[in-house]
């Protein structure tokens, strides 16, 4: 071998150990320098209802929503809002890891092992595949979704337009007992009886005392109907199919099952729900046994 060719695999051996060196919380972590695609100085991060613990929400990075993930819960520390991020590549899923500071470059041998981070552990499931363009993204002439704005502790959440029959005025709905944690009950609407789910409890936000503002949305679940609880209807909107992106693959669980996608609105993102999906298969028999307690 040459001496310029081993000084190269020097060098690349080298540039493979080096390590970037972030702050979270008052602990200094180190990452791969080879996984960072970009650093994010300022991380604009907007916390989204329903997603799981880890995630904090989505930022917007090169023209698209990317998850943005919060180490702390795999590294035993208080989840927090955070300043700065790293965005990363796992497999086809491109994500920003959300830290207080950014330290610097590092040669990793100098940094103690224990204060590594292996971007692979924060996650339980294989990397995705090689990601494929979402139809919502790529059909630009499709034609633009009409959309049902709710307010949802002080974020708006839509839904389409079709799934809506009617807007009520809250009532207090009888209780039902045996019921899942997130119904509230069931209501009389012109002499049908509807379960009403607590669109917040469904989220796993912490409830809300209603007020002059709250509404009962009757939306179509396979041909039954249900009642919504929000906290306010707040307009309709016409959604072009462009500014509608598929949920980033990263969401799991209850976020997956329910997230129909983000849009852009006024250039902040909302979460569109697939509200024909608020009640899973075994939930439903579970509410409709309680019903017939009742009877």
Not at 86 to 94: A, W
Not at 180 to 185: I, Q
Not at 202 to 227: K, S
């Amino acid at each position: 071998m040459s001496a310029a060719a081993a000084l190269d695999q020097a060098t690349s051996a080298a540039a493979d150990r080096r390590v970037l060196v972030v702050r979270i919380g008052d602990e200094c972590f180190a990452l791969p320098a080879a996984d960072a695609e970009e650093v994010l100085d300022v991380a604009r991060v907007t916390p989204l209802h329903g997603l799981p613990p880890h995630v904090a929400g989505v930022c917007r990075h090169r023209d698209r929503w990317i998850p943005a993930v919060d180490a702390a819960p795999a590294l035993g520390l208080p989840p927090a809002p955070r300043a700065s991020a790293v965005v990363l590549r796992r497999g086809g899923l491109v994500y920003a890891l959300t830290v207080d500071a950014l330290v610097g470059l590092r040669d990793g041998d100098a940094v103690e092992p224990a204060s590594h981070i292996d971007p692979d552990s924060l996650f339980r499931a294989e990397p995705p595949a090689v990601p494929q363009e979402s139809p919502m993204t790529t059909q630009t002439a499709a034609p633009p979704l009409a959309v049902v704005l709710l307010r949802v502790q002080g974020e708006d959440v839509g839904v389409d337009i079709a799934s809506v029959h009617e807007v009520l005025a809250y009532r207090a709905p009888a209780a039902v007992p045996h019921a899942p944690d997130f119904v509230e009950g069931i209501v009389h609407v012109r002499g049908a009886v509807l379960p009403v789910v607590d669109l917040r409890r469904r989220l796993g936000l912490p409830p809300a005392e209603p007020d002059a503002d709250t509404r009962i949305v009757v939306v179509d679940l396979d041909g039954d109907r249900v009642g919504v609880v929000v906290d306010a209807v707040t307009e309709v909107v016409r959604i072009p199919a462009a500014d509608v992106a598929e949920p980033p693959r990263l969401f799991r669980g209850l976020a997956a099952e329910l997230l129909l996608g983000i849009a852009s609105i006024a250039g902040r993102p909302v979460l569109l729900l697939r509200i024909d999906r608020i009640l899973a298969a075994e939930e439903r028999l579970q509410l409709l046994g309680a019903q017939l307690d009742t009877e």
